[in-house]
């Protein structure tokens, strides 16, 4: 839209000089792409510990076991499981509900040792914008992805989940 308009303002004479587009370039830029995204963690010793938005900080409690995480964004769909340690996958949660236990956070109760997540970008943000996230201090994950020795998920089966961060961008 925006080169459109450059182009046809570009051709535009006004007392046979032409018009400068950079004055439309205000009005053509996106509006605010930033995404917030919301988490939290419960873990076996502390429950469910307090907020953290984007990365302000982690959430977790060093040396204590994350058993359940909820998020949530304010602009586009976001959906995230996590991986039992010792066991399987559970379902998929696109919800932020503590006091639903079945769908409104991913956790069982039960040590958890690695997470999956994706964003989805809404139509008027652009450029797609995905979730960037890590397990302890491991490496950060794109969404789920799988290229780039990414491994379409974040932490290591087998070790207890301590500290978790999340970030759209």
Do not use: C
């Not at 792409?33 to 982690?58: A, C, G, Q, S």
């Not at 959430?59 to 909820?70: F, K, Q």
């Not at 998020?71 to 503590?98: C, F, P």
């Not at 491991?138 to 998920?153: L, R």
Request: net charge positive.
């Amino acid at each position: 839209k925006f080169l459109k308009l450059l182009r046809k303002e570009q051709l535009k004479l006004k007392n046979n000089q032409k018009i400068n587009p950079t004055i439309y370039l205000d009005n053509d830029l996106p509006t605010n792409n930033i995404v917030n995204v919301y988490y939290r963690v419960r873990t076996k010793k502390h429950n469910w510990l307090p907020e953290v938005k984007n990365l302000e900080d982690f959430a977790g409690y060093e040396n204590s076991a994350i058993v359940g995480l909820a998020m949530k964004v304010d602009k586009g769909a976001i959906k995230y499981r996590v991986h039992i340690k010792g066991g399987k996958w559970l379902g998929w949660i696109t919800k932020y509900n503590l006091n639903d236990f079945h769908y409104g956070y991913a956790g069982d109760n039960k040590p958890i040792d690695a997470v999956e997540v994706y964003y989805s970008t809404p139509n008027d943000i652009r450029p797609y914008k995905r979730a960037k996230y890590k397990v302890n201090n491991y490496s950060w994950q794109y969404d789920n992805e799988k290229t780039k020795g990414q491994d379409g998920y974040a932490g290591a089966f087998g070790v207890v989940a301590t500290k978790f961060q999340i970030v759209i961008e």
